[in-house]
């Protein structure tokens, strides 16, 4: 049974950066990965996604510029580097995996069980 393991949330004052990674435990044979964030009384909603080959990536209007999603092939590892972090960020943050690009989290089969993010002013 594959499971999905968040690391690297925390606590970090606005304008820091914290780095969080996504590691399956075993290989999905999902071609897409991406993040979502939930927070309290919002619905889910999506950050950030990556082909499994690299070759695109895409975010939401609100982090670009300041977060980048990258991958491991080897490691079989999605990471979300975010930066200038604001008070909005704060959120429960969640990987994913699908068979197809999308920005639903309807259409993602495999789901970590988060990582607390928040951020202070």
């Known amino acids: 049974q594959v499971q999905l393991v968040e690391s690297g949330g925390g606590l970090v004052q606005a304008g820091g950066s914290l780095r969080l990674a996504c590691a399956p435990s075993s290989r999905t044979g999902s071609s897409y990965w991406a993040w979502f964030r939930q927070a309290p009384g919002k619905e889910r909603e999506f950050v950030s996604g990556i082909t499994w080959s690299g070759s695109g990536a895409f975010y939401a209007d609100s982090v670009k510029g300041r977060f980048t999603i990258s991958r491991d092939n080897a490691k079989n590892t999605v990471y979300l580097q975010m930066n200038n972090l604001k008070p909005e960020d704060t959120a429960v943050y969640y990987c994913?995996?699908?068979?197809?690009?999308?920005?639903?989290?309807?259409?993602?089969?495999?789901w970590g069980q988060g990582t607390q993010v928040t951020v202070s002013s």
């Open positions: 994913a995996a699908a068979g197809r690009r999308s920005y639903s989290p309807d259409d993602y089969n495999y």
